[in-house]
């Protein structure tokens, strides 16, 4: 009989926000597969349990069939991040497909999430949300990305490491304007957590003169309903958003809606872009 895939999430930072069936679960399966098996070990030494480990990491992601085989053979595995919920921004989620299309049970053990923990906090639109993780990083995709989300009238979500946080915030101020609202939030839940709601433009402004540090959730304002963008973003650019989503994981039609929001085009034009250059 079959084991069973727990999704396990873990402490974005405090460990006092450890759940009880957290550990329990970890306590229970006879091994974790975990994106860094460095810092699962110092998780599971705090609770003082010993289990084998193993990473799926990147390029360890070939670990993946072998992850699965075990559990066929009737082995329980709990698959962790480093923080938070697994499969968010994280290549475990390759694993979960994979899980599913091999008929192995999958269930959650959730706790918290960094980007719903700074949407809550951040004082901007919780009712409607759009959740964008990390802006890609080939400036072409970039480009795109940041042409599709033009539209958006949710909030929006994104990571970013404080390495890269100066150039991101100048690309969302070229892109959404400077007056955009957006909030701050890094560190959460650990010492030096701080939440600033301000606007891109003077998050721009501080960030010259100030060091970034810790780990960032961007919390952008969308859109107004209606709101026209000075400069429309040209077609091409729109039809490269498309793809970008596509290749994401939308169907065409889902990413040709998407994209197309708040731009000039329609959802026929960029959906028959799309299909006309498969």
Request: aromatic share 6%; proline share 7%; net charge negative.
């Amino acid at each position: 009989m079959a084991g069973t895939l727990y999704l396990v999430a873990t402490p974005i930072g405090n460990l006092d926000d450890m759940p009880p069936r957290v550990a329990a679960t970890f306590g229970a399966v006879d091994f974790v597969a975990a994106e860094d098996t460095r810092v699962t070990l110092r998780l599971l030494n705090h609770l003082g349990l010993k289990k084998p480990l193993v990473s799926y990491y990147e390029h360890a992601l070939h670990h993946g069939a072998a992850i699965l085989q075990r559990i066929e053979a009737g082995e329980d595995c709990a698959l962790c991040s480093d923080a938070g919920m697994p499969c968010i921004s994280d290549p475990g989620e390759q694993i979960v497909a994979e899980a599913h299309a091999r008929g192995i049970r999958v269930v959650p053990v959730p706790g918290a999430s960094a980007c719903i923990t700074a949407l809550a906090a951040s004082g901007q639109p919780t009712a409607r949300f759009v959740f964008e993780g990390f802006l890609p990083v080939p400036k072409r995709d970039r480009r795109a990305r940041l042409a599709a989300l033009q539209g958006e009238t949710r909030t929006i979500l994104l990571y970013e490491a404080p390495h890269k946080l100066r150039a991101t915030l100048d690309d969302l101020a070229a892109a959404l304007g400077p007056e955009r609202p957006a909030s701050l939030c890094r560190e959460l839940t650990k010492l030096h957590e701080e939440i600033v709601k301000t606007t891109l433009g003077a998050a721009v402004e501080f960030y010259r003169d100030h060091e970034p540090r810790g780990e960032y959730v961007l919390v952008v304002a969308g859109a107004a309903p209606g709101a026209v963008q000075a400069d429309a973003p040209a077609k091409e650019d729109v039809v490269a958003a498309a793809r970008a989503l596509q290749q994401g994981g939308l169907p065409p039609a889902a990413a040709a809606k998407q994209a197309a929001a708040g731009t000039p085009f329609s959802k026929g034009e960029i959906y028959r872009e799309l299909i006309g250059r498969e």
